[in-house]
């Protein structure tokens, strides 16, 4: 049953929902982009009448959103799924990211191990390399031990961020956006303000990653309290980790679970007030993070998972966590949809808006135009023909008197013939 479960990779997972919004979004930003160049060509000059109808401010207007949608087209190139880690030293954060990438990426270990922040993010390309806060410098990373070392080696504060990059085609958490910050123990001296201010703001999903040989601490308390304060409803989940332990007291297994799981689901509901009791059933979830390793280490060499195990009920715990990773992708999905999409195409909109206010208004300048020298047209024509009309009252005028001398003339010269 197991080895369907993680057969299941064919299942369509639900960070499409993200990958494929990402897309629609920039193709639509593509089409806007095109539109805005092409107008800017138009009011630039294409016509030669232009000048006379579109001002300066209005060309310089359009070039600005030029500028404007290869901005946001750019944001969006980068926009991604964030999600943040946080618990007490040792309680196994790093264990779990690496659990999820199925592959020994972060240093685990007795004691404090993580002394910085550490976010893993996807690459192209076959190598991995690291980049250290404040720094260009692309360091390379070949192994595990060496990546510990080179975190080690200088003295980072607690609160800066190493960018670990790693090839995407390693793992399909990479490869559809998601990033991964792992913190230092929230109990090692956090300056709360400046991990919430630099590392949380923009995350879409929270682990809290517990112990569950023991229990919820007041510093991991405080830390989410002040999230919770910076942040509307930030989106937490909560790991009951090295739940294999349980297996050694059988006898006690049920009514632990039952105390982890009530003191879990009151904090998120009556403490922090981010879920309703029916999301609170959906966040909380009871696993082993190095037994999932483990097990995904084997099955990458083609070996059964359950040689991975630590304790007795190896599969209801490895089920457990391909549960939570279902329901953590479609969390981080559609948080970060609504998060990091709604403002681009508000965006879009608001740029559409503009821009076609502005062109009706041209539209309108050059019907105005129009009409204009229609009317010196008639009014010209209009005065053409009463000239005519003059020109051929004057000509039979002259033709009548010219006429009568003409008869007069005669008149005269018969009368002198006949005297
Ligand atoms: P810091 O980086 O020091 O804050 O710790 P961390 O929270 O990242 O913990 P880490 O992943 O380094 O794990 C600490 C130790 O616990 C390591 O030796 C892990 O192998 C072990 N460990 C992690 N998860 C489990 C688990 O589910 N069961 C058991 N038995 N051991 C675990
Ligand atoms: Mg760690």
Not at 112 to 131: M, P, R
Not at 289 to 318: C, D, M, S, V, W
Not at 379 to 396: G, P, S, Y
């Amino acid at each position: 049953a197991t080895r369907a479960l993680h057969n299941n990779a064919n299942d369509i997972s639900p960070l499409q929902i993200f990958v494929r919004a990402k897309k629609k979004i920039n193709d639509i930003f593509v089409e806007i982009e095109d539109y805005v160049s092409e107008t800017t060509r138009f009011v630039e000059g294409d016509v030669p009448i232009s000048g006379d109808i579109i001002d300066k401010a209005e060309t310089e207007q359009f070039k600005s959103y030029v500028l404007k949608v290869s901005g946001i087209r750019e944001v969006l190139s980068r926009d991604h799924m964030k999600v943040a880690f946080f618990g007490r030293t040792s309680n196994g954060k790093s264990s779990v990211i690496n659990a999820m990438l199925r592959d020994k990426i972060l240093p685990s270990g007795i004691g404090h191990t993580t002394n910085c922040f550490c976010q893993v993010e996807g690459i192209d390309g076959q190598e991995a390399y690291l980049v250290k806060e404040g720094s260009d410098e692309k360091l390379n990373v070949t192994s595990i031990k060496q990546l510990a070392n080179a975190l080690c080696q200088e003295k980072l504060c607690e609160s800066s961020l190493v960018r670990i990059f790693w090839p995407r085609e390693r793992c399909s958490l990479l490869r559809d956006d998601v990033v991964f910050v792992d913190s230092p123990g929230v109990d090692v001296s956090p300056n709360l303000d400046d991990w919430i201010d630099n590392h949380c703001l923009n995350a879409d999903v929270f682990v809290l990653v517990l112990n569950s040989e023991s229990t919820m601490t007041l510093a991991e308390k405080s830390f989410f309290h002040e999230v919770s304060t910076r942040l509307s409803k930030p989106n937490i989940f909560i790991l009951n980790n090295r739940w294999d332990a349980s297996a050694s007291e059988p006898e006690f297994q049920e009514s632990v679970k039952a105390q982890h799981q009530e003191r879990c689901t009151d904090f998120l509901i009556k403490e922090l007030k981010v879920s309703t009791p029916k999301e609170a059933e959906e966040r909380v979830f009871f696993v082993s993070a190095r037994e999932t390793l483990q097990a995904r280490l084997k099955e990458q060499e083609g070996l059964p998972a359950i040689q991975g195990a630590l304790a007795e009920g190896f599969q209801n715990r490895y089920f457990e966590f391909q549960d939570f990773e279902r329901k953590f992708e479609e969390c981080i999905s559609q948080s970060a949809v609504r998060t990091k999409f709604a403002q681009h195409s508000s965006r879009g909109k608001s740029i559409a808006n503009e821009m076609r206010q502005m062109l009706d208004g041209i539209y309108e300048r050059a019907n105005v135009m129009h009409n204009q020298k229609l009317d010196q047209k008639k009014k010209l024509t209009d005065r053409i023909a009463n000239t005519e009309q003059q020109l051929m009252l004057v000509t039979r005028e002259m033709k009548m008197k010219i006429h009568n001398m003409v008869e007069e003339v005669e008149q005269k010269v018969a009368k002198a013939l006949n005297e």
